[in-house]
């Protein structure tokens, strides 16, 4: 069986699935009785749109003195939320002025976000994950869809090989919340991106299809896949206070309504694929139901804030305790019965 790894796009509230995924490496630890054991050991194939890919590629990054284990455990990836938050996102006092009257670009200085990613990721490349995974991201001057493939780096070589900070810096680059990231693969093949979230919110169905089409005696009732949310948003927009905003003053309430359209959509559909085949155990979806206790903007990360999705996140850990000790014994089982799996690496490459 494959199983699949997907993790929602979400801003700081990233946080939520961070916790997720320190509770379930946790609860690895102690069903195998390893103290070693990590996330990246018990998933095939893992997908990331926006924090869901800087989670993922913190999951996979490898550890410079053994490429074949993670850099960070799932405590350290949470840790970048924890410790750098209200940093990458501070707004200075001039861009609060612009911001006011809808002439800033960007609400929060790229650059800040740049050094973040620089001290976790350095120069390491996608290639090098431990694992294959997907990651979505959105080109603006071509008008299409632009997928980050750790398997395509490894057969592509460098025209599609990226640094990991870049790969970050394009997946999360949120309109109006950070300004379009323009980067180059190492061949130096320029790519203006956009945060995946336009489209891929919530990249569970991109990691489904990404896993049946690469392995073709593999169908949907032989992947499990387990898709971590940062939130159902509940949160409701006056008409009237629609209807006289500027177009500007309303871009923030659009990005979230689509983005939380997106991702329920694709909910939506996981659980009418699996059901249609007898296997809705296999499909996991976890999120809080309610964000009432939090300021939920991708952007809300002022103290305060973090420490209340802290707590949203241990509350909600709580109460799918049962379901993460099922989902734990499930994982330190396949992974004993598991056969040897055809490498992604020997895959014929996407054009």
């Not at 395509?152 to 599609?160: L, P």
């Not at 190492?186 to 089409?213: C, H, M, Q, W």
Request: glycine share 6%.
């Amino acid at each position: 069986m494959k199983k699949i790894l997907s993790i929602d796009g979400g801003g700081i509230r990233g946080i939520i699935p961070g916790m997720f995924l320190v509770a379930l490496e946790e609860k690895l630890k102690k069903e195998s009785k390893n103290p070693d054991a990590a996330i990246v050991d018990y998933f095939d194939f893992f997908a990331g749109t926006s924090t869901g890919g800087i989670l993922t590629c913190l999951l996979l990054c490898p550890s410079e003195d053994h490429p074949t284990r993670p850099r960070f455990s799932a405590k350290a990836a949470l840790d970048l939320y924890l410790e750098h938050g209200n940093e990458i996102f501070k707004m200075g006092f001039f861009k609060r002025l612009r911001a006011k009257f809808g002439l800033a670009g960007e609400r929060y200085n790229s650059a800040v976000f740049e050094g973040v990613l620089e001290k976790y990721f350095g120069e390491t490349r996608l290639s090098q994950l431990i694992k294959p995974c997907i990651i979505s991201a959105y080109n603006i001057e071509l008008r299409k869809t632009h997928f980050f493939r750790q398997q395509n780096a490894i057969a592509r070589g460098d025209i599609r090989d990226f640094y990991l900070k870049d790969v970050c810096r394009a997946t999360s680059a949120a309109p109006t919340y950070f300004s379009v990231a323009e980067i180059h693969s190492l061949a130096n093949v320029r790519y203006p991106l956009l945060d995946g979230g336009v489209f891929a919110t919530n990249p569970a169905l991109s990691g489904l299809i990404e896993v049946t089409k690469a392995f073709n005696q593999t169908r949907i009732n032989d992947i499990y896949l387990f898709s971590l949310g940062t939130g159902r948003s509940r949160r409701s927009y006056d008409y009237e206070h629609f209807k006289k905003s500027s177009a500007m003053a309303i871009v923030p309430a659009l990005i979230d309504i689509m983005m939380s359209g997106v991702a329920e959509t694709s909910d939506f559909f996981l659980h009418q694929l699996f059901s249609s085949v007898g296997k809705e155990k296999n499909y996991v979806r976890i999120e809080p139901t309610s964000l009432e206790s939090i300021k939920e903007g991708l952007d809300a990360a002022s103290a305060s804030n973090i420490e209340k999705l802290v707590a949203l996140g241990d509350r909600t850990v709580s109460e799918y305790e049962s379901q993460l000790n099922q989902i734990a014994k499930f994982l330190v089982e396949e992974q004993k019965h598991s056969r040897s799996k055809l490498s992604w690496n020997f895959l014929k490459p996407d054009k």
